[in-house]
């Protein structure tokens, strides 16, 4: 199985965790975390509704597990796979961690920090920098955050 099959596989783990956010009124983003085997080692949703934690976005959510299970904050035989482009405290998670690798799904053209607004992850003055893969499942992933933020419902609420 090729790269690119592989971050469409693992996209689609992740975009169960994105719907499952919706049970709790969160914004649908789903996160996880693959080890060098390609095992699922930490899952994240945004869970900043559920919680009231402003922190609790699915990145940071599945870095924390990930790190939990591994024992170890280093998480550098691992692979990030996030129905969004992380945004800059994202990023910084990301870097903290020493993620090598991050796969994305939807572009987030106001707040991302992989390649749209900032790149923070592949900033050169930073001490680490990281392989982005970017638009994988982008429309499904894309479809989830429209039709949560199309919903009179929920509009009136962001």
């Not at 699915?58 to 550098?76: F, M, P, S």
């Not at 910084?92 to 994305?104: C, E, K, M, Y």
Request: glycine share 8%; aromatic share 6%; charged share 25%.
């Amino acid at each position: 199985m090729g790269a690119r099959d592989q971050h469409d596989e693992w996209m689609l783990l992740a975009l169960t965790e994105a719907r499952a956010a919706l049970a709790s009124d969160d914004v649908p983003v789903g996160a996880i975390i693959v080890d060098s085997a390609g095992q699922v080692i930490g899952r994240g949703r945004n869970e900043r509704e559920l919680h009231q934690d402003p922190t609790l976005h699915a990145e940071v959510v599945a870095i924390r597990q990930a790190a939990a299970h591994t024992g170890d904050w280093h998480l550098t035989e691992c692979t990030l796979i996030v129905t969004l482009e992380p945004c800059v405290m994202c990023s910084g998670a990301i870097l903290a961690a020493r993620l090598p690798t991050v796969v994305f799904g939807a572009w987030d053209e106001k707040a991302g920090a992989a390649g749209s607004v900032y790149d923070v992850l592949r900033d050169r003055r930073l001490n680490h920098r990281v392989e982005v893969f970017a638009g994988v499942n982008e429309v499904e992933c894309g479809t989830i955050l429209r039709e949560f933020f199309e919903d009179p419902a929920r509009r009136s609420r962001r």
